[in-house]
């Protein structure tokens, strides 16, 4: 299917690459070469305007633009339907590769819906790729049918700021989300389920449409431990990794409960240490560390799943993390791992059958992929795939910034919509400031 820029698509209901003539069904094959380079600098620095992509943590990462290829997918089927496409697209391709290393060669970008419905969901081929990862560099440039041309880096122009934000409330003010938190923790108490995660939005308008360069750079700079990302009108921040593949081993990052942090070093160490001891946010974890490892259990060969989460530190809060890892058999990509994880407690409930419909109810809002896989993956199937947290969608000047918390039973809605306050600072200082 050709699209009116002349782009290869993915057909709405056949997985299959078609040629660009139109003219019949011969598959045309995607070929690939990567070349090592110095470095080349901040990565994000690099981003053009139109339609960046992004995956970005500390100085590593990889930063692409331009689209030889794309599948959109939605519904219940939206993960096996796009990685059935992925696998067909990757093993026709052709590719020549000089740095070796997951994230060179042929890849794609995606980003999938929340729910089943609409379930919205991206797979993006991009045309030119940077990638960093330690002391090595590498430029990927991908095309259709021939070998592609090496081209040179651009220094990209300045972004320009966000002007003119304003702020207010999304599908619901704060004292309504506080009543549904209260709803919540009622059918909780009553036995209908041990945890819900509840998320609102916040509306953001500008002056002029968004040039997400400028808060994906501010994101990078002041959340270096996160993965800072951008596909196609999703950006954002994300602590949490859904799954980390790479050459026969599988890591999940689990967050789940949340302290704000104050600023005072002194004081946010004894914040960390109630952290640490509250029956609150130990259950609220162990629900998300158990469906992780029950999850990933039917793909790997060995575990390991830590007795005792760890504190991570933020900027603006503190999460209570664990991280399970895994030696996995030889048939499971990334994006199969993360659709088996999906939805987490961490962004589900417990137990899934009854939290995921309940947040449908009581939430009133499309998540869109607000808390849906975000991330990259290769030919080989290694790739990251993280938990689309800490992130916002926009289309031109209007954007919508997401927060969610996990509520159990001691859950406490002031506190839960003081926590979904914290949640949202980082896209909204991003925007602001």
């Not at 619901?172 to 389920?193: K, P």
């Not at 002031?414 to 925007?431: G, N, S, T």
Request: hydrophobic share 45%.
């Amino acid at each position: 299917m050709r699209s009116p820029h002349g782009r290869l698509r993915c057909p709405t209901t056949l997985v299959v690459v078609t040629t660009l003539a139109s003219r019949s069904a011969e598959e045309i094959p995607l070929v690939a070469r990567t070349v090592v380079i110095d470095d080349p600098g901040p990565l994000l620095s690099l981003l053009p305007a139109a339609a960046p992509l992004a995956w970005v943590h500390r100085d590593d990462g990889l930063v692409a633009w331009g689209e030889v290829a794309r599948c959109t997918r939605s519904g219940p089927t939206r993960f096996t339907d796009a990685e059935r496409w992925w696998r067909d697209v990757a093993e026709r391709g052709f590719v020549r590769d000089e740095a070796d290393v997951p994230g060179s060669g042929l890849l794609c970008f995606g980003s999938f819906g929340y729910a089943d419905e609409p379930g919205n969901s991206v797979l993006v081929v991009p045309e030119m790729v940077v990638g960093r990862r330690g002391d090595l560099s590498w430029v990927t440039t991908i095309s259709l049918g021939s070998l592609p041309a090496t081209q040179p880096l651009v220094a990209a122009d300045e972004p320009m700021a966000p002007q003119g934000v304003a702020f207010s409330d999304g599908a619901m003010s704060g004292a309504e989300w506080e009543l549904i938190v209260a709803e919540a923790v009622r059918r909780i108490r009553g036995g209908a389920l041990e945890k819900v995660v509840l998320a609102r939005d916040l509306v953001a308008e500008l002056d002029a449409p968004l040039d997400v360069r400028a808060p994906l750079a501010r994101l990078a700079a002041r959340y270096p431990s996160c993965w800072t990302f951008h596909v196609d009108g999703l950006f954002g921040a994300t602590p949490e990794i859904y799954v980390r593949r790479e050459r026969g081993l599988v890591t999940s990052r689990v967050l789940a409960g949340t302290i704000r942090r104050t600023g005072d070093d002194a004081h946010d160490l004894a914040l960390a240490a109630t952290l640490a001891r509250s029956s609150k946010d130990l259950e609220e974890h162990e629900f998300a560390v158990r469906s992780v490892a029950d999850a990933l259990a039917p793909y790997c060969l060995s575990m390991n799943v830590p007795e005792s989460p760890f504190v991570l530190h933020l900027p603006n809060v503190m999460h209570l993390a664990t991280d399970v890892t895994g030696v996995l058999d030889a048939s499971t990509r990334s994006l199969g791992l993360t659709a088996a994880l999906h939805p987490s407690a961490a962004v589900g409930g417990t137990p899934s059958d009854v939290a995921v419909p309940m947040i449908a109810e009581l939430e009133q809002m499309d998540r869109g992929r607000y808390a849906g896989p975000v991330g990259w993956m290769d030919s080989a199937g290694d790739g990251e795939w993280g938990i689309a947290l800490r992130s916002a969608e926009y289309a031109g000047a209007r954007i919508r910034l997401f927060a969610g918390c996990g509520i159990v039973a001691d859950s406490d809605p002031a506190a839960e919509l003081a926590e979904a306050a914290a949640k949202f600072v980082p896209v909204r200082d991003a925007l602001s400031s």
